[in-house]
């Protein structure tokens, strides 16, 4: 019994830290949808501009706003009701790092693991 369980927890595991980091090799202009916040309250980015975050209700909903509170421009990206984020034309300004805010670590026991990021790379 012992070692169905540390089997089965073997397993978990690895499908947990192959679901941690994605990666997403766009051309510039291919669309792209973005699912990382779905059911979160945020998605967050990291991009060569700086951390930026687009919150999915209030004022700013579905914009980017930069670390100093500032909006910037956002109509290459559609926010869908379930927090599905499509980025319409990638550019070399969109590729960094995406993941939904707040992103914890997952804890299974005793152990805690790298919450899933979305790795965007965008090639001319
Ligand atoms: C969320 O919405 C998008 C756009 O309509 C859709 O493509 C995606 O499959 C939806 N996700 C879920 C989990 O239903």
């Known amino acids: 019994m012992v070692h ?6 073997i397993l978990l595991l ?18 792209f949808l973005i699912r990382e916040a779905e059911n ?7 991009v060569a501009a700086g951390p930026q975050k687009m ?13 100093n509170g500032r909006v910037v421009s956002s109509e290459n990206f559609r926010l869908f009701q379930n927090g599905s984020v499509l980025l319409k034309h990638a550019r070399p300004s969109d590729a960094g790092t995406y993941q939904k805010d707040p992103n914890p670590m997952i804890r299974i026991g005793d152990m805690g693991y790298a ?6 790379q965008v090639q001319n």
């Open 14 to 31: 690895t499908v947990v830290s192959d679901a941690s980091i994605s990666t997403a090799r766009l051309r510039t202009g291919q669309s």
């Open 115 to 120: 919450p899933p990021i979305l790795i965007i």
């Open 55 to 67: 919150e999915f209700s209030g004022r700013n909903r579905g914009k980017w706003v930069d670390q």
């Open 4 to 9: 169905v369980a540390t089997i089965l927890a």
């Open 40 to 46: 979160a309250n945020a998605l967050a980015r990291t």
